[in-house]
């Protein structure tokens, strides 16, 4: 017999949405335990609470990648977005599977850069520096990005980093090669190159649209850094007025931002870490201090809610909301969990094997790179 779906076809009246989502969450709760140890669901820090309840292990995208190189069950759901299910296939066992409880869960950062664009930089990298290039620049991809963006890192010699590992990651590429080639987060690149020394005017941006990134041979070869001119657009929502304005009302106040903010807001602020490092930081701080968070809300409301004894507020008076992590609902997750639990797998994340190949040895890379 099909399971039918309960996404509304039409757009639903915010009540009948609450209701639905009320059924689907009682639903989870009847199924969840018949499925046991053959599923584990894992959630990222931006999932809403009525999704991230119930996974067994909560992280970031560090974290994630780490434990789903490990998890034992058949089955994965991932509640985050497409990259991270993907890197789930990649580091997991081939007889597993990973499932995203809504297929149209993107990011739009990584959709910033494909393969045939970096491809198009690298020749004209290699136009421009002369020889093969592997011999001069270390291609490092974010997590955010495609799986054959991580391939096309791996064959070359390169690895992953996250927000949570980039120093570490940039400081391993630096022993290797005299340069880098950072994508698709054009401000984790800098923010990090900046924290490591490295002059501003030999971090140069990558414009794809324009040949040869729009920089002249002599940009190109004075560089460090070459970052991809792409970001987040959460996190360009933080802008340092709002630092400003928390300091000239609540002169107290902690700022702590995510990496992908832009520099000037990461240079006011006091901390600047991964979503892990926000919830670790905060928990820790003394009873009574005041934080102004530079993040996704959810993970915001989140450690707000579990630190009463603190003042915790979003840096900006806007919603600054992942619309594709808040395309999870609980409706999605109970129609795979109902699915699987009649025998049937639906939207199972798959990577191709030569892709899958090259894409692991960037994330095994990572992974064996101290932090
Ligand atoms: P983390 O590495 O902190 O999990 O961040 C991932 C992400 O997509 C932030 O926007
Ligand atoms: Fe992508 Fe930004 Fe959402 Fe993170 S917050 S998943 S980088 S769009």
Redesign the pocket.
Known sequence: MAVELTIPVVMADDETLVQQEAVAIEKIKRIRPLLGDEVVILG??YQRDEVVQFADFQG???QLSQEGSRVRAKYIVFAGVHFMAESAVVLGREDQVVMLPNMQAG?SMADMANLEQVLTAWAELEDVLGGDPTAQIMPITY??SAADLKAFVGERGGAVC???NARGVLEWAFARREKVFFFPDQHLGRNTGKQMGIPLEQMVLWNPFKPYGGLTDDEIRNARVILWRGH?S??QQFRPEHVDLWRKHHPDVNVMV?P?CAMEVVDKADYVG???AIVTQIEHAPAGSKWAVGT?VHLVNRVKQRNPDKMVELLSPFSCL?STMYRISPIDLANVLENLQQGRVINQITVPVAVRHGAKLSLDRMLAIPK
């Open positions: 990222h820090h970031d995208s560090y990011c997590m955010n996250t927000s949570s987040c959460v996190h995510h992908e991964s979503t892990a996704e992942c």
